[in-house]
């Protein structure tokens, strides 16, 4: 679901129905490429991703509805909405007409269509918003629709006060992917993968240069292999009971597979990760609004990964509540209101030591009335040794299954990367209390301690759903086990 209610298929022409995708080496197009296709140099056509059609989209779009605008709070109008049609906007400015044939000639490509859009355009101002309003217009997105996403970019660029197009290229790119359904589009999936290599850049210098010395020391993979490979993977904070589990798991591949040669331990070791990793199959579909729980220490990046949540719930098109329900604190529901202002969330909160599971119960009233989508509860950044604050956790959960059947639909336990073997014991504790749903592992750009995901997935059988890979908004990623794979191994 994206952020339009209605979206054209993106330059398709008849007899590209059958065109094969992008190759994944050209994932991203330079500048150069891009500003040949504005000025009319051939490029091969391709069928780009199909958006889906306007019976499967969003029942509605509260960008649009008052509530909404309320709580994204003012903005002024872009300077010109996109009112005239693709054919009367051309006749009115030629570059228009350059840059729609240069469009449907480019590569179906998230990147290269925004280098396109960006050509001649350094800093944020009239001629981007004018080229974004043309972009909408002709894919036939609603006028009204087109005008709120660059009124919610223009906001985003004041608080965060960006000018230079360099400073906030790859944000637009990640909202315009979102809001046209297009995050998996392989486009978009290589950028990903590209940051996803980048931020296990330590973990794989410690993983992979020590398996390159075990492999380049073994002529058979026997006892002596085995065990220098437990030790590698003891150091990389898998965790002892992890570590024997996934040395079972691969010499139960090794012998079904008839293999001996250490050359080929890297692709086995990648596939078991990769069927590790694996998601199972669960229903999605929710009693609305969908309550989130957001569990987790203080420190481990709780009330960003909230916002950013937040964020992608906002441009999916969804109508977002965050609750404060940590109340003990200091500053914790005033973070939270700056975050939920930036957003465009619906923000609740009672103050100071207020009761939280009072807090949850009241939020669940406002999220029901105020007909949002989903709600994210903020909880105390309680130690996972206490066990009174446990208990709070526990309260808070009955309370809301009380008031909203089915509620919290997701338990959601926020991890640090950086604590490494620390990350399985919150685990294990806090999978006690309240019985978790998902795991969200945030810094992980910044450690060697990324073996932790392998441990956490083999000891609690917990789906890890997304990852943090830097500070952006953007930077919150879904987790692909096949993707962390590659990335470790590569």
Avoid at 38 to 50: D, E, H, S, Y
Avoid at 126 to 143: D, G, I, T
Avoid at 182 to 209: M, V
Avoid at 396 to 419: E, F, N, Q, S
Wanted: proline residues 7%; charged residues 25%; contains cysteine.
């Amino acid at each position: 679901m994206g952020f339009f209610s209605k979206l054209k298929r993106l330059w398709t022409k008849p007899d590209q129905e059958a065109a094969p995708a992008a190759a994944p080496e050209a994932a991203i197009a330079p500048d150069e490429a891009a500003a040949a296709d504005l000025a009319g140099g051939p490029a091969a056509p391709q069928t780009p991703r199909a958006a889906p059609p306007p019976d499967q989209s969003m029942a509605h779009v509260p960008a649009h509805t008052p509530e909404t605008a309320d709580a994204v709070g003012p903005a002024p109008p872009p300077e010109e909405a996109p009112a005239a049609t693709p054919g009367e906007a051309a006749q009115a400015a030629p570059w228009r007409n350059q840059l729609v044939l240069a469009l449907r000639d480019a590569e179906p490509r998230l990147s290269v269509w925004l280098s396109l859009l960006l050509t001649d355009v350094d800093r944020a101002g009239p001629l981007l918003w004018e080229r974004l309003a043309f972009l909408f217009s002709c894919l036939e997105v609603p006028a009204a629709e087109g005008e709120a996403f660059v009124s919610q970019f223009r906001k985003w660029l004041t608080d965060m006060e960006y000018e230079e197009v360099e400073a906030f290229r790859s944000e637009l790119q990640y909202r315009l992917a979102l809001a046209l359904d297009l995050e998996d589009e392989e486009d978009e999936r290589n950028r990903l993968f590209l940051k996803l290599s980048q931020s296990l850049a330590k973990t794989k210098e410690q993983i992979a240069r020590r398996i390159d010395g075990l492999l380049g020391s073994h002529t058979v993979m026997d006892a002596a292999f085995w065990d220098e490979f437990e030790e590698i993977l003891i150091m990389a904070d898998l965790g002892y009971e992890p570590t024997a589990k996934l040395i079972e798991l691969l010499k139960d591949r090794v012998r079904k597979s008839g293999e001996t040669d250490p050359a080929r331990f890297r692709e086995i070791l990648r596939e078991e990760l990769s069927a590790i990793f694996k998601p199972s199959k669960t229903i999605r579909a929710v009693n609305p609004p969908e309550v989130v729980m957001i569990i987790g220490v203080n420190g481990v990046g709780k009330t960003t990964t909230i916002a950013k949540l937040a964020h992608r719930a906002r441009l999916q098109g969804k109508k977002v509540l965050i609750a404060a329900g940590d109340t003990f604190r200091a500053a914790a529901i005033e973070q939270l209101k700056i975050w939920a202002d930036r957003v465009g969330a619906v923000f609740y909160a009672k103050g100071e030591n207020a009761d939280p599971a009072a807090v949850a119960f009241e939020a669940m009233d406002r999220a029901i009335a105020e007909g949002c989508d989903i709600m994210f509860l903020d909880t105390a950044g309680r130690l996972h040794t206490k066990a009174n604050l446990m208990e709070e956790l526990k309260k808070i959960k009955r309370v809301l299954g009380k008031k909203h059947p089915g509620a919290p639909h997701r338990c959601v336990l926020v991890l640090d990367a950086t604590t490494g073997q620390n990350a399985l014991s919150q685990t294990k504790l806090f999978n006690e209390a309240v019985d978790l749903d998902e795991i969200i592992l945030t810094k992980l750009d910044g450690t060697a301690k990324g073996g932790v995901i392998v441990g956490i997935a083999l000891e609690f059988g917990l789906p890890i759903t997304y990852v943090g890979l830097g500070e952006k908004m953007e930077d919150l990623r879904p987790f692909s086990g096949q993707d962390f794979a590659q990335a470790l191994l590569t």
